[in-house]
């Protein structure tokens, strides 16, 4: 599975920024799409995830501020992040894998992309 990630960008704090992230190959081995974040001299984190049944998970810093979604064709998923903060500041991973709770279990990662929130 390959994965590319788009739409990192400069915000200001409170503003809005749409991720996406385009998956091809063997998609159909995967059942989770989702985004995780890192920073400087801290661990991948997880922000968000999409399963093939439709069941999202949020971490607690982001729920109702980020919406994940993907189109029909199901080989792209969004992470749409409204109301930024400086602390969303980070490089964020597009990530496929296998659907599990609480969370996803990536297997593929995609390139990442900058999301700098400016206060």
């Known amino acids: 599975v390959q994965l590319q990630a788009s739409g990192g960008g400069l915000v200001q704090a409170g503003g809005s920024l749409r991720l996406s992230c385009a998956a091809s190959?063997?998609?159909?081995?995967?059942?989770?799409l989702g985004w995780y974040r890192q920073t400087p001299g801290e661990q991948r984190a997880f922000v968000a995830d999409?399963?093939?049944?439709?069941?999202?998970h949020y971490a607690d810093s982001v729920r109702g501020r980020f919406t994940i979604s993907r189109d029909s064709a199901e080989t792209t998923v969004y992470l749409e992040m409204n109301s930024l903060k400086p602390e969303d500041t980070a490089v964020y991973y597009c990530?496929?894998?296998?659907?599990?709770?609480?969370?996803?279990?990536?297997?593929?990662w995609g390139q990442g992309t900058l999301v700098t929130v400016s206060s």
């Open positions: 999409l399963t093939d049944m439709n069941n999202t």
């Open positions: 990530a496929a894998g296998r659907a599990a709770v609480p969370t996803m279990v990536p297997a593929f």
């Open positions: 190959g063997r998609i159909f081995s995967i059942s989770a």
